[in-house]
């Protein structure tokens, strides 16, 4: 039992500035070479900043596998780092890289060009991440809940279809078709149009659904079939979500180039994270309803097996009244301060903080 406490102390005890360090270097190079790293590499990329021997860095490298921030792949002689050695790693990073300027340049002048198409604005962002990269880009399509309404137009289409034309907040726009049992008459559909807009602009989709009967009912056509069928299709015409309202990809090949997934186990892994769309999406939910700024998430604190070979790099953004998630997954071993910009940067255009 004593042996097991002092075991526990040694293992959560915190780091000294030159383990720190240390790891920090191990992680760097790590990345950089993709190889588990050994005593002597390490003491040659660290000459020039810590002179230390190889015997040294041997036994500071063995506290740093005691307390899990790396450990042996295999029987090899290197290490790698942990989830936790990546995890403090990502916490420690004071600042995180700024994009060249050229490249920030081309970002802003391919998404500004798109700034007024919603649609075609998130696939060429998504498309643009994955090429800036070379990681797997994903992009959570904002739910339409918050949205507001700016403008309904009824257009009847024929003696017995009326078109109901939404138009949201952010460029977006919903069109419904009901059909109604009775001729219409433009006078009418034109009489009620002005009425209904008198009532429903600025209110959001999620407070209409909730209240559309509530306010139009001093109106004094209420009882008239139009109306009527309104009320009846009021979950139909404010709808919360679209079939659009999933996540868009791009880049699902650049993973193919690293060699954490260049064999048959770590292709059928990417096979399996693209065909479990369900488990991007509620990664991409949380950090929706619960985080702004960057957020990274690290192989097992995804809690999802399939995701456990990998990290997240994540960033809100906002299309009016309503919320999106901007994500770049790959291997562990990312660039990170890197990743972070990228993300970070976009999340500001496509907001409309960097246009």
Not at 67 to 82: E, K, L, W, Y
Not at 248 to 267: A, K, V, W
């Amino acid at each position: 039992m004593i042996k097991d406490n002092i075991y526990e102390a040694k293992k959560n005890r915190e780091l000294s500035g030159r383990e720190q360090d240390i790891l920090r270097s191990i992680v760097n190079l790590y990345i950089l070479k993709a190889t588990p790293i050994g005593s002597r590499n390490l003491s040659k990329y660290l000459e020039e900043k810590i002179n230390l021997s190889p015997a040294t860095l041997r036994n500071v490298m063995s506290n740093l596998e005691e307390m899990d921030f790396i450990n042996h792949p295999h029987t090899s002689a290197g290490r790698v780092p942990t989830d936790k050695g990546y995890r403090f790693y990502v916490d420690s990073l004071k600042n995180i890289d700024k994009l060249a300027e050229n490249e920030m340049q081309d970002m802003r002048q391919t998404l500004t060009a798109f700034s007024k198409e919603t649609d075609t604005l998130l696939k060429e962002t998504n498309r643009m991440l994955g090429t800036i990269s070379n990681y797997l880009s994903v992009i959570r399509i904002p739910h339409l809940v918050d949205l507001v309404v700016e403008k309904i137009q009824l257009i009847n289409i024929s003696s017995n279809r009326i078109l109901v034309v939404i138009a949201l907040d952010s460029n977006v726009v919903r069109t419904v078709t009901l059909e109604v049992d009775y001729e219409l008459e433009t006078k009418q559909t034109d009489l009620i149009s002005t009425f209904i807009n008198e009532r429903v602009a600025g209110k959001s989709l999620r407070f209409l659904r909730e209240n559309f009967a509530e306010i139009i009912q001093d109106f004094e056509y209420t009882n008239s079939p139009l109306i009527r069928l309104f009320v009846e299709s009021v979950d139909k015409i404010f709808e919360m979500k679209t079939e659009g309202d999933k996540i868009i990809t791009s880049g699902t090949q650049n993973l193919l180039s690293y060699p954490e997934f260049g064999d048959t186990n770590g292709i059928k892994s990417i096979i399996e994270l693209i065909e479990n769309e369900d488990i991007i999406i509620h990664l991409l939910d949380n950090i929706e309803e619960n985080e702004s700024g960057i957020k990274v998430l690290i192989g097992s604190e995804m809690q999802s097996e399939i995701l456990e070979n990998y990290s997240i790099v994540l960033s809100s953004y906002k299309m009016g009244g309503a919320t999106g998630t901007i994500g770049l997954i790959g291997p562990k071993r990312m660039n990170y301060p890197r990743l972070m910009s990228i993300v970070q940067n976009a999340s500001s255009i496509i907001t409309g903080e960097g246009i």
